[in-house]
């Protein structure tokens, strides 16, 4: 009898350990075969359990581990937001807001009595960028892709920006790494970042190439000459020498297999003067619009820039300038200069704005806002401040599936975006996350407008700065117009300097 049952024991054991390699097999093929996830089709059968684990989080977090909005630099809520938006879920939740509007600095957007109805709203309208230029570019959206060069991110993830700005009619910027190949496959708008080592648009010395500019410029709308980014201002760009591959080193026009170091700032620029001539000269010899970015570090950069163009003249101002903050950034930096540097975007934006208005040039200058602005309300503040554009790099990245690994400079990213090993691209097909891209920027541009007629507007291009509160303690808040007033213009001719110039 007891012979009998062991060998039932065994019968029963054998079976069910062939069940479990099945099992294996089975989930090992399909997490291979599948195209969605990035993290499975890298890590077959163990990337399960990411997911089970986040689904499962929210439960124990409860109890044990920190709340949705505490982690850094982008907590849980807003992940887990822009994943479901990406995937075309919708930003929908119940049981109230994990939000918590008591604490300092939150923004609460004022809401209209009598909020606009959905068939009352108006398109939204274009902008034009550089309207004094022989080749204007009409920007159709507000929400873009900011600048992330091939090379930082692989092959794959410029392949799925650049077909997924097409499909929201949205732009993509470049970065400092020149223009590839894969820039180009989706047919996008494009802006093309000028870095401090020219890029893409050198001669064999490091020096800026007309020639260069001249071909880059039949495929691009703009120039964005970069002077700082969030991430290490007073810092140039820096990629590892296992990233400079021998594609990477032909497009930038430099070694294969050694680091890319970028000065600090362009050789040929020390003032604001030689600024100015730099912008023209690139303006004259592509046509095209050209402005810069940069992070604040105090508003008397700003002043002596207005002074300058108002001496030189209109035709001398840069058609935009992107206001970094201290607080973005996707590339590689010392932490001293990631954590100590700059001004945030919540204090630089409202100085650039408003100097811009009392020198009269904030209807010729146009204001792209970028630093962590990845969610609709946080695209919408901007707008209220007075920006006419927001970006972002991270927030896409996260569309494409990124886990904040914080492995981006390691060449090990577990999802394929910002590495260059063939095994790990693998994860990330680009049809599937082009689709995530545009569904991203989509609902993005198009939640700006929900809150607009939340507020009683008929589109985003309405916002006003009395449209935004911001929490100063528990239970008191300040409209953003008191905390930061309109300035009046030095010239009392001028009317509404806040209305923006549409195409």
């Not at 990035?38 to 499962?56: D, F, K, T």
């Not at 080749?135 to 794959?156: D, L, R």
């Not at 093309?192 to 709308?221: M, P, W």
């Not at 009395?466 to 117009?481: F, N, T």
Request: glycine share 10%; with cysteine; hydrophobic share 40%.
């Amino acid at each position: 009898m007891e012979a009998i049952i062991a060998n039932w024991l065994v019968v029963i054991l054998g079976g069910l350990f062939s069940l479990l390699i099945l099992s294996i097999c089975w989930m090992y093929i399909t997490d291979i075969m599948q195209t969605t996830h990035a993290v499975r089709r890298n890590y077959p059968v163990v990337g399960r359990l990411r997911y089970r684990m986040e689904r499962l989080g929210e439960y124990f977090r409860q109890y044990f581990f920190a709340q949705d909005r505490e982690e850094m630099p982008f907590n849980r809520a807003t992940r887990a937001w822009i994943y479901r938006t990406a995937k075309g879920l919708g930003g929908m939740v119940s049981f109230g807001s994990t939000n918590d509007l008591r604490q300092p600095g939150a923004v609460i957007f004022v809401n209209d009595f009598f909020p606009r109805l959905e068939e009352e709203q108006s398109p939204m309208p274009p902008l034009i960028i550089g309207a004094p230029c022989d080749k204007p570019f009409v920007a159709k959206n507000i929400f873009n892709i900011s600048g992330m060069s091939y090379g930082a991110i692989s092959k794959p993830a410029v392949r799925a920006l650049s077909n997924g700005a097409r499909k929201a009619d949205i732009w993509m910027n470049t970065g400092e790494g020149g223009l590839s190949p894969y820039h180009l496959e989706g047919e996008c708008d494009l802006m093309f970042q000028i870095g401090t080592a020219k890029y893409g648009v050198r001669d064999v010395y490091g020096n800026l190439s007309d020639d260069r500019l001249r071909e880059v410029s039949a495929h691009v709308k703009a120039f964005e000459l970069k002077l700082s980014q969030g991430a290490k201002p007073g810092r140039g760009g820096v990629l590892p020498a296992n990233k400079v591959t021998e594609e990477v080193a032909r497009i930038r026009g430099i070694e294969a297999g050694k680091m890319s170091s970028s000065p600090n700032r362009h050789p040929e620029i020390t003032n604001i003067e030689q600024l100015l001539n730099s912008l023209n000269h690139i303006r004259e010899v592509t046509g095209r619009p050209v402005g810069f970015k940069a992070v604040i570090g105090s508003e008397r950069f700003l002043r002596d820039l207005c002074d300058t163009i108002h001496r030189r003249g209109l035709d001398f101002a840069p058609d935009f300038i992107t206001v970094d903050g201290g607080e973005g950034g996707t590339g590689a930096a010392p932490q001293v200069l990631i954590d100590n540097v700059g001004l945030p975007l919540a204090e630089s934006l409202p100085m650039a704005v408003d100097v811009l208005m009392e020198a009269e040039l904030k209807s010729r200058i146009q204001l792209i806002a970028s630093g962590k602005l990845v969610t609709s309300a946080e695209v919408g503040w901007a707008l209220c401040m007075g920006a006419d554009f927001a970006v972002t790099a991270r927030g896409f990245m996260f569309a494409l599936g990124c886990i904040q690994s914080l492995q981006c400079h390691t060449d090990n990213c577990p999802t394929g975006i910002t590495t260059h090993n063939k095994r790990l691209q693998k994860g990330l097909v680009v049809t599937d996350k082009a689709e995530r891209v545009a569904a991203y920027a989509h609902w993005v541009n198009h939640e700006i407008n929900v809150l607009a007629r939340s507020c009683g507007l008929r589109n985003a291009r309405e916002f006003r700065r009395e449209h935004v509160r911001i929490v100063q303690k528990p239970g008191y808040s300040v409209g953003l117009d008191k905390l930061y007033p309109y300035p009046k213009p030095s010239d009392p001719t001028v009317i509404d300097l806040t209305k923006r110039t549409g195409a």
